[in-house]
């Protein structure tokens, strides 16, 4: 089976840097991915890591570590509309779906 | 216009209904998935289908039902609606071979009284 842990909540000041976490134990491991939704809305699609390391797309970066079973979404230059919840999935070695944590609710303040 | 689209965006019925949500993709992708969301417990998968003769079960399925009617449709049936599964469900899809990621549809809010 899958675990996955990410905060329920965090709140951060507009123009600033924000780092969220998310751990996972999981049966294989083929993907993780982050996305953002929000309130009421689809899920949409951020970010995708595979290998160790960086993903950089424009002020959204994510970062793995398979070893420890360890990413985090950071994200830069906050802005109002970043207010949102911010999605870790797992995708185990069946390759077919995705695990998805419950979820870290983002709130930027002025 | 959306590429995944759900219909019908909202419903409110009766326990004992039968209920059926709908999801047509112009995508062209291969395999589509039906969730659940429930404020507290994430996403949650229902069932998956990798092709049109191919239909999966997920972590959930128990009182649900789905049918591949084409590439581009998959439709989820609540047999007898019970008021446990009043939830916002949304359709996803992905490209054959599953590197990529799941795209999705805007959602139906499902109330069951």
């Known amino acids: 089976g899958q675990n996955i842990d990410q905060p329920t909540e965090m709140t951060a000041t507009e123009g600033a840097i924000v780092q969220i976490n998310c751990t996972y134990q999981t049966s294989g491991f083929n993907g993780l991915f982050w996305y953002q939704q929000h309130a009421g809305e689809a899920p949409t699609f951020l970010s995708y890591?595979?290998?160790?390391g960086l993903e950089e797309k424009g002020r959204f970066s994510s970062f793995l570590s398979r070893s420890k079973g360890y990413s985090y979404l950071l994200l830069k230059e906050l802005q109002m509309k970043d207010s949102a919840s911010y999605l870790c999935?797992?995708?185990?070695?069946?390759?077919?779906?995705?695990?998805f944590g419950k979820g870290t609710s983002l709130l930027v303040t002025p | 216009d959306a590429d995944v689209t759900q219909t019908p965006r909202n419903r409110i019925t009766k326990t004992g209904k039968r209920i059926m949500l709908e999801c047509s993709q112009t995508k062209g992708h291969d395999r589509m998935y039906w969730y659940r969301q429930d404020p507290g417990l994430g996403l949650r998968l229902i069932y998956y289908?990798?092709?049109?003769?191919?239909?999966n079960k997920g972590e959930i399925s128990d009182g649900y039902s789905v049918s591949r009617q084409a590439q581009a449709k998959f439709s989820l049936s609540l047999e007898s609606a019970i008021p446990n599964q009043t939830a916002l469900y949304f359709c996803a899809t992905s490209e054959g071979g599953g590197a990529g990621p799941q795209h999705f549809g805007d959602g139906t809010r499902l109330s069951i009284l």
């Open positions: 999935a797992v995708r185990d070695s069946s390759g077919y779906a995705l695990n």
């Open positions: 890591n595979v290998l160790d």
């Open positions: 289908s990798f092709d049109v003769k191919d239909i």
